[in-house]
């Protein structure tokens, strides 16, 4: 787990890509400190797993089910990245829990300076929508804010200075992709209460409706 707190930007230093999948390798300082073969570092919001460490690098393997849900697979030499470890029970959680797991991706459609911050409208899919809140938590490229603005297409955010300078996304361009994770909550939530509709349909077969519809 982690708390969507970016700790550093990292740089992609190496990339090797097949078909679906990549093994990418990444420039980085902070997040090498006590790390450990098979830790997790949350990658633009993607939790990867450590495969080696060596002279503030770490190499980690990308499968093709996160290629296809993620914009990892655009990622190049050079590329930068929001880099977090994995929350330990003693940390303080400053953010909102972010699994790194990516429901899909969204495409910037508007940037819009308001005194010290800016305005990101970010367009996705329904599907992934339907999970955002007014004043909800979501993740985007592994980055906790706050939802302000929501609709049928599109949600926005609010950055301040500080979340400018500690993370890519205000050096994303216009049409850019990024992760986006929805808060797990709402997914529980659904899930639970599609299982009582359908145990709810399995009561109303009784044997009195059987025998009414010739079935008994």
Do not use: Q
């Not at 503030?56 to 093709?64: C, I, L, N, P, S």
């Not at 959680?93 to 969204?106: E, N």
């Not at 985007?140 to 929501?150: F, H, K």
């Amino acid at each position: 787990m982690f708390t969507g707190l970016i700790e550093e930007i990292g740089t992609v230093e190496k990339i090797d890509k097949t078909e679906k999948s990549a093994v990418i390798t990444i420039g980085a300082k902070t997040v090498l400190d006590e790390v450990k073969l098979g830790d997790s570092i949350c990658t633009n919001g993607v939790c990867l797993t450590v495969t080696s460490f060596y002279h503030g690098k770490f190499t980690v393997d990308v499968m093709a089910e996160t290629m296809r849900r993620s914009n990892l697979k655009d990622l190049e030499r050079g590329s930068k990245v929001n880099l977090e470890r994995a929350l330990r029970l003693s940390d303080r959680l400053g953010g909102h829990m972010v699994s790194g797991h990516i429901d899909g991706v969204g495409k910037i459609e508007k940037f819009l300076e308001e005194a010290n911050a800016v305005w990101i409208t970010i367009s996705a899919d329904e599907t992934i929508l339907k999970y955002v809140v007014e004043k909800g938590s979501i993740a985007i490229d592994g980055v906790s804010l706050t939802v302000a603005y929501v609709d049928e297409a599109s949600f926005r955010v609010s950055i301040i200075p500080h979340t400018k300078t500690m993370t890519t996304l205000l050096s994303k361009h216009l049409g850019d992709e990024v992760n986006l994770e929805c808060d797990v909550v709402g997914k529980y939530v659904e899930k639970i209460l599609g299982m009582n509709n359908r145990d709810s349909k399995k009561e109303d077969i009784s044997m009195d409706f059987l025998k009414d519809n010739g079935f008994a």
